[in-house]
């Protein structure tokens, strides 16, 4: 009997729940949708498109020295929450390291950006607040939305006149009002105008929070993000950043210019107060890795230049991609089956890009996702586009 009858220890699981689970799974399954966990060995001779290790800062001398160096003095676990013992030297400098490169007065480090945008979200907006919110935040950022049960309305993509729009009808009397957006998004790559939201932010005085997850190390005269770049730092309330993806580290990071959020989160933000922390040495390779890209100042304008000529490689070839000097680059395919054989091809002759599909995109948005890496040259993008071109076309037409 399928799914059905005693599993270990003789417990015996009635039938109907083990139908409510498997159902939405065929349902998966039927439209090509279904998740499956692989183990992927750095060691593997790919180039590896898919991460999010834009600079390459995981494997970094100094990035490794320093997180070894933590290890030995303060082992291999925090052992505790933060409010315990958890909160140690390794963590303290870290965090003095954020708050001095982004520019703001106070705040948090966290297990995952995941948390931290759902802690920060969950805990800081009321039933009878408003949130505006890009149509395409992450979805950590819909789920605190959802669970602080405030009203939620979402503006166009990137459109500031239609979030202008709502402001002009909404952000009336006394209501509290949230924007909510990302810098560089993490599936398009492409960005909002910051300075035009700082200017709606001076007329409707709303709490504004960005999560500068993918544009940390790539954008900004410290590598600081796009709020640095466009001059903005003075206008947002809470900036979300992370460690796990150009830091080369794991964990996450939240800062605002007034203690008072940090002092309401460090005291309400169950994610915060009753999880374990990260490890003394997660937080040692984040502070070399800032260090690494404050050194990268000359660089940003090449990475720039290329992902530019990267788009442009792949736009003559025939592919629907946006223009950007972002490190992530979409190619929409459109149907989930043919991103995956794609990206399988493409794993094959030796590089790896994520084949995205939905519920994390929108149907009929299934695409090839590719995060550039700031060591490739010209020469290595010519390449990897020849590569895309054959591998897609091929597929298509198999």
């Not at 997180?67 to 409010?83: N, V």
């Not at 948090?108 to 890009?134: C, E, F, T």
Request: glycine fraction near 8%; hydrophobic fraction near 40%; include cysteine.
């Amino acid at each position: 009997m399928p799914y059905g009858g005693a599993i270990g220890g003789g417990l015996v699981v009635k039938i109907p729940l083990l139908n409510r689970l498997t159902t939405p799974l065929f349902d998966r399954r039927d439209a090509g949708l279904t998740r499956t966990l692989r183990t992927f060995s750095p060691n593997e001779k790919t180039l590896n498109l898919a991460n999010n290790d834009y600079l390459s800062l995981a494997s970094h001398p100094k990035v490794i020295e320093s997180a070894k160096r933590s290890l030995e003095k303060y082992g291999c676990s925090s052992s505790a929450s933060p409010l315990i013992t958890g909160f140690g030297p390794a963590h303290s400098e870290l965090l003095e390291t954020l708050k001095e490169w982004h520019g703001f007065e106070s705040g948090m480090v966290w297990n995952s950006g995941y948390v931290a945008n759902q802690a920060l979200l969950g805990s800081i907006p009321r039933k009878d607040d408003l949130v505006l919110a890009d149509r395409l935040i992450h979805k950590s950022m819909i789920s605190g939305i959802l669970a602080s049960g405030a009203r939620l309305m979402r503006y166009r993509h990137c459109d500031t006149g239609h979030l202008e729009e709502l402001l002009e009808k909404n952000a009336t009397g006394d209501r509290i009002v949230f924007v909510v957006t990302e810098s560089v998004f993490s599936m398009d790559g492409d960005y909002p105008d910051l300075k035009k939201i700082a200017e709606l932010k001076e007329r409707y005085g709303f709490f504004w929070i960005v999560d500068e997850a993918h544009a940390l190390g790539w954008y900004g005269k410290r590598g600081s993000g796009l709020i640095e770049q466009f001059g903005v730092t003075k206008s947002v309330d809470a900036l979300v950043g992370t460690l796990g993806k150009a830091l080369g580290s794991m964990g996450a990071y939240a800062l605002f210019h007034d203690e008072v959020v940090e002092r309401y989160l460090t005291n309400f933000a169950d994610e915060f107060i009753y999880s374990t922390y990260l490890t003394p040495s997660a937080a040692s390779a984040a502070t070399a890795a800032i260090e690494c890209i404050r050194d990268m100042e000359e660089d940003r304008e090449s990475m720039h230049l290329r992902s530019i000529f990267f788009r442009k490689r792949l736009i003559e070839k025939g592919f629907s991609v946006s223009l950007g000097d972002s490190p992530i680059v979409s190619i929409a395919l459109g149907e989930p089956d043919a991103t995956v054989k794609a990206a399988d091809a493409l794993q094959k002759r030796g590089i790896r890009v994520g084949a995205v599909r939905p519920p994390t995109v929108p149907e009929g948005t299934s695409r090839l996702r590719i995060s550039l890496k700031a060591n490739l040259s010209e020469t290595d993008l010519t390449e990897i586009v020849n590569t895309l071109a054959e591998e897609v076309k091929a597929e298509r037409c198999g």
